[in-house]
């Protein structure tokens, strides 16, 4: 399909619901927002002529209902739009690339201490916890305490934990989940041990 000059057809906005990291089986809504009336909407993934969805609707949004996803329904997407007054076949610029992933389980995240794992009592220690996904929450844990140490939401694919040195030395592991409900978790990490150094003075 021809695409338009942008200025004339300015693109749209597509969004996910519930989220763009989901489990198989949720009920996933693509929105498209287009900045002006439209009159067709598009759902395309890449490399694709045709759309893989479209609607027929006289407003700036368009829903696309992806019933009870599987992994297979993940990947990239983009949506356009048409209005009646663009010749035939006249598709506005493309949205932005959303990255819808399905999965029972994120990968398993790293867990490494900055600047190393041998801490003096007087010295901080920062675990860092890193997955591949931005905005997630991160959960530090240690061994031998059920409940999580410390969590932090993080806009970044890592969060770092900060640990007083003094009480640092422990082993410690971490996992990531989706900011909110329905929750995807990731596998927890390798286990990390943060020793404390030794001195060599005398009493
Ligand atoms: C998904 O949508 C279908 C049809 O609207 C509904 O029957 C089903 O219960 C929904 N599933 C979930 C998990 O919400
Ligand atoms: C360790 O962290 C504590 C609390 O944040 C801070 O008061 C202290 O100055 C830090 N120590 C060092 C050596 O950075
Ligand atoms: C990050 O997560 C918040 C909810 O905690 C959400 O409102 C926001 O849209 C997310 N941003 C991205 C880029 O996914």
Not at 22 to 48: M, S
Not at 51 to 72: C, G, K, N, Q
Not at 112 to 124: D, I
Request: with cysteine.
């Amino acid at each position: 399909a021809p695409l338009a000059p942008a200025s004339y057809h300015p693109k749209p906005w597509l969004g996910a619901q519930p989220a763009t990291v989901v489990t198989p089986g949720v009920n996933v809504t693509l929105r498209c927002r287009a900045p002006q009336p439209a009159w067709r909407f598009g759902l395309f993934k890449p490399g694709e002529i045709a759309p893989l969805l479209f609607r027929d609707v006289s407003s700036e949004l368009a829903e696309f209902f992806l019933e009870e996803v599987t992994p297979a329904q993940g990947g990239s997407y983009r949506c356009c739009y048409r209005r009646p007054d663009w010749g035939p076949g006249v598709w506005s610029q493309p949205s932005d690339v959303l990255e819808l992933l399905v999965t029972e389980e994120l990968p398993r995240p790293s867990l490494v201490a900055l600047p190393g794992p041998v801490v003096g009592p007087g010295a901080n220690v920062s675990l860092r916890c890193a997955g591949r996904l931005r905005n997630m929450s991160f959960v530090l844990y240690r061994e031998g305490v059920a409940a999580p140490l410390q969590y932090r939401h993080s806009a970044q694919p890592w969060a770092d934990f900060t640990l007083l040195g003094a009480r640092a030395p422990g082993t410690y592991s971490c996992y990531y989940h989706t900011p909110s409900a329905p929750y995807v978790l990731s596998q927890r990490s390798e286990v990390l041990v943060i020793a404390a150094a030794h001195h060599h003075h005398h009493h």
